[in-house]
């Protein structure tokens, strides 16, 4: 005989009070008197109740939902040529996590930050799921339109990857300080002629790697001339077109650091067509430590991006606010590392 299911009218019925009494015990809401709190509860452990999504929104106004919006045309780009969107794996693991913990539930959706209408579809998503807070990954935290719709319309959300000024969550790595540790590991190792490739313009992140390379440069003492910067937009093909520059012509690069895995393991590509040893005639470095970085031959030197932890951040932040929009929050600035190995490597005597 199959068991019953228990509902939240089981456990009202049980501790004689109303579903919406049990559902703000559920939820730990204020104003619940210790008698009816101790009934509530003693039913709940009696019945073996597990609360659904649908029982703790009865309590109040709150959803239990955090959306996580990200760029359409690159996350369906990734999965179409299996070439993977660990990026996307990691935000969702940070995320899911944290919303899991808080007895939350995170949705995640793709947004065209350049289409005429997302403003539209983003306030149908709202309509219809009523979130309690929105995590914006790169671009859409640097999109003025969507974080102006946002505000409008007062609900929460959070910026993963935006540390500029602004409404809103940010969370963010330090990306000048990560680009700057990654050059200095090359000119720790002799290298002079370091070549910079970029991300997408989009990006506000990708202006704030170069700046970092430049200082870097310039600490040193180096030239960071133009000729030694190409820009991408952190796919394979950017990387390839941008690594066979700076091979060639009468002064090549003997490193580059490039602003995504992406395009780093596209520098790989290129330095192996051409028969450049690596790191023997050039040496990489890569930007976010996705697992190519470590399967790819030689393994690549790279930044690791705390992906998850910022994802985790946001979504701690927005369930901490309970659909009430942050006036004033101070940037969250998570903690990078270098994570050296085969792919970068002291410059030739001749280099």
């Known amino acids: ?52 999504l649908a029982a703790r929104r009865m309590g109040g106004s709150r959803s239990y939902l955090i959306l996580a919006l990200n760029d359409r045309d690159r996350t369906i780009e990734g999965w179409q040529s299996d070439g993977g969107t660990d990026w996307v794996d990691q935000m969702l693991l940070g995320g899911m996590l944290k919303c899991a913990e808080h007895g939350y539930r995170m949705i ?22 009523h979130p309690d807070g929105i995590i914006l990954t790169p671009p859409h935290g640097d999109n003025p339109v969507i974080t102006d719709l946002l505000t409008r319309l007062r609900v929460p959300f959070a910026r993963i990857g935006s540390a500029g000024e602004g409404a809103g969550f940010s969370i963010a790595m330090d990306e000048a300080a990560a680009a700057a540790a990654a050059t200095d590991h090359l000119v720790q190792l002799g290298h002079s002629r370091i070549g910079f490739v970029t991300g997408s313009d989009e990006y506000a992140l990708s202006v704030t790697r170069l700046e970092g390379w430049r200082r870097a440069m310039a600490a040193a003492g180096l030239a960071a001339g133009d000729d030694l910067v190409r820009h991408g937009d952190f796919t394979f093909r950017s990387g390839a077109a941008a690594a066979e520059t700076l091979v060639s012509g009468p002064q090549p690069v003997t490193a580059i650091v490039a602003s995504n ?91």
């Open 261 to 351: 895995d992406q395009m780093a393991l596209a520098a790989l590509h290129v330095a192996q067509d051409r028969g450049l040893a690596v790191p023997g005639d050039l040496s990489i470095i890569s930007f976010d430590d996705t697992p190519i970085t470590r399967f790819s031959v030689p393994p690549l030197t790279a930044i690791a991006q705390p992906i998850a932890a910022m994802a985790s951040r946001a979504a701690e932040l927005l369930i901490e606010a309970r659909g009430q929009p942050a006036e004033t929050a101070e940037a969250s600035v998570l903690p990078f590392r270098l994570v050296a190995r085969a792919s970068t490597g002291p410059v030739r005597a001749d280099g």
């Open 108 to 129: 995640f959706e793709l947004v065209d930050t350049h289409a005429a209408h997302v403003e539209r579809e983003i306030s149908a998503a709202i309509s219809s799921l």
């Open 1 to 52: 005989m199959r068991r019953q299911t228990v509902t939240i009218k089981h456990v009202a019925a049980e501790a004689g009070v109303s579903l919406q009494t049990v559902s703000r015990v559920i939820n730990k809401e204020p104003h619940v008197r210790p008698a009816v709190l101790e009934r509530v509860e003693a039913a709940v452990a009696k019945l073996g109740y597990v609360p659904s």
